[in-house]
């Protein structure tokens, strides 16, 4: 077994204690996220003069900071896998469509790659939120488009490469289907780099839908999520800090642990860095 280096150890220890918090950490508090309590209302946390009802403070409207911490990172962490979830499935898909057909289908497939990755994806997200409106929905839609470019370039080289080489060949010689080949030899094959792709937009997502959610745009009451609580302490960062501090530091952490698994698991699984050391 390879050494683990520390950092990754501490990110991957972070990022469980970010889940259990997102899943149990509304059983810490004694008060539901969208519970109003105005003469408790700009409460400090506990270790600046607060009290122990409230162990993070209080908001504008006197709700426990602790439970909707623990909801909204709950909310942020869901819509960050679905995204990453459904931009590498149907990234992915174009790519090996890509990659098998070759000819003017490869060529018409990469040029909506090309314009993808040329357009200002945050631009084109806040258009579609203020032109249909928000849903969940879409904001799931829109975090499924966001990256997916990536997924479909990467994708369609790594099988190309893989196709070339001798197994692929003696695999098509003893008559297996396209669809077999891809699912059952070449997609294993590739997992490791896709993997990797993978962790490293899932901290882009979580920043995506943190700015839109801090500008308004992204989810909405009664649900919230760890860049709508950011937007609502924004008018208070002079008198009650905690409010936005606290959920950017989260933000910040969780992205921080993973970029730096990413990083970790590309040195692990890439194999022309392998080749490098070697």
Known sequence: MRHIPTVAWLSIAALVCALLFALFGGWLSDHA????????????PLLFGGDLAFPLGTDRLGRDL????????RISLLIALLGSVLGALFGCTLGFVAAHFRGWVEETIMMVVDIQASLPFILIALTL???FGNSFGLL?????MFGWDS???LSRGVVLSAKSQPWAEAVRTLGVRPVALYLRH?????AGILIVQLTLNFPQIILLESAL?????GIQPPMTSLGQIMGDGRDYL???????VLPGLTIFLVSLAMCVLGDWLRDRLDPALQRVRQ
């Open 33 to 44: 996220a969208t519970q109003q309590n105005l003469l408790a209302r700009m409460r400090p």
């Open 140 to 144: 799931i839609f829109l975090m499924a």
């Open 151 to 153: 997924y479909a370039r």
């Open 186 to 190: 070449v997609l294993p094959n590739v």
């Open 66 to 73: 602790l439970a909707r911490m623990a909801e909204g990172l």
């Open 129 to 131: 939120l203020a032109f």
């Open 238 to 244: 002079s008198t009650s800090w905690w409010i936005s």
């Open 213 to 217: 959610s801090f500008l308004g745009l």
